[in-house]
């Protein structure tokens, strides 16, 4: 499993930005795909943006699309989320994910694609 550190979430009102950064470390040479997946109280777990490592390939969920940027940085082996226009039902606890598969427009938002999550950064969006 690939080891992954989140950072950069927090508080913000409505309208704010916020960017999430994960750096993958042992093992990160294996992540085919990285990317972001979000769980708030109650609900279940939904892909939020997924990208190609080294590549060009990106994925957003629906709810997030023009809003939201995923980005890399290969060199560091980090992965961004660019959050702009944040509403509340953007509150979540955030976790990165790495998978070793490679993924298509219907298989990267199932959970199961991926080999390694990391602990996860709360997001909190007040109205």
């Known amino acids: 499993q690939v080891q992954l550190l989140e950072s950069g979430g927090g508080s913000v009102e409505a309208g704010g930005s916020l960017r999430l950064s994960c750096t993958a470390g042992?093992?990160?040479?294996?992540?085919?795909?990285m990317g972001w997946f979000r769980q708030a109280p109650g609900k279940e777990r939904e892909g939020v943006a997924a990208?190609?490592?080294?590549?060009?390939?990106?994925y957003y969920a629906d709810s997030v699309k023009g809003r939201f940027t995923i980005s890399q940085d290969n060199a560091k082996h980090t992965v961004f989320l660019q959050m702009d226009s944040l509403q509340p039902e953007d509150s979540a606890m955030y976790y990165c994910v790495s998978s070793s598969l490679r993924q298509t427009p219907s298989t990267w938002l199932r959970p199961d694609e991926y080999d390694s999550w990391g602990q996860g950064t709360q997001v909190t969006v007040s109205s």
């Open positions: 042992e093992y990160a040479y294996s992540s085919n795909y």
């Open positions: 990208i190609y490592i080294g590549g060009t390939v990106t």
